[in-house]
């Protein structure tokens, strides 16, 4: 297999919740709700950069969709890693992020590793990580 994550979907129990989080909250750009028009269709696209796509996509209907139980989804093991330049824009992502809702599961700190990063919740559990790494730097 060639590697070619392109959407990384997230399992979202209320779609406008989450659409008002990511896009009103974050600032993230999207076209709203799509889909409405299929039965267990509706979804939120979120053009993260060139190569990825975040998806909302409502719990039922992903679990539907994948032919899996509701319970089979397990939130909290996997996190997601926003990485930025500076540890200004941590601390700045991660007041964004509070301010929109987020639950701030750990703070903005120095890491072991060399680095700075924090930890939050978004509103369906999703754990991010938003994190400066000196060793890497991201287009703006």
């Not at 060639?2 to 009103?24: G, H, I, N, Q, W």
């Not at 992020?97 to 559990?125: E, K, L, M, N």
């Not at 938003?130 to 730097?137: E, G, R």
Request: charged share 20%.
């Amino acid at each position: 297999m060639r590697p070619r994550l392109k959407v990384l979907t997230l399992a979202v129990d209320d779609l406008e919740r989450s659409l008002a989080f990511y896009r009103d909250g974050m600032g993230l750009p999207t076209k709203g709700v799509i889909g409405q028009e299929f039965e267990d269709g509706a979804v939120v696209f979120i053009h993260m950069n060139d190569d990825l796509i975040l998806a909302l996509y409502p719990a039922p209907s992903l679990a539907k969709d994948a032919r899996i139980g509701a319970t089979q989804q397990r939130l909290g093991a996997v996190s997601l890693g926003h990485v930025v330049n500076s540890q200004e824009e941590v601390d700045a992502v991660m007041k964004q992020a509070a301010d929109a809702g987020a639950v701030i599961t750990d703070p903005a700190c120095q890491r072991f590793w060399g680095g700075y990063s924090g930890y939050f919740h978004d509103p369906d559990g999703h754990l991010w990580e938003i994190a400066w790494n000196p060793q890497w730097t991201v287009p703006d």
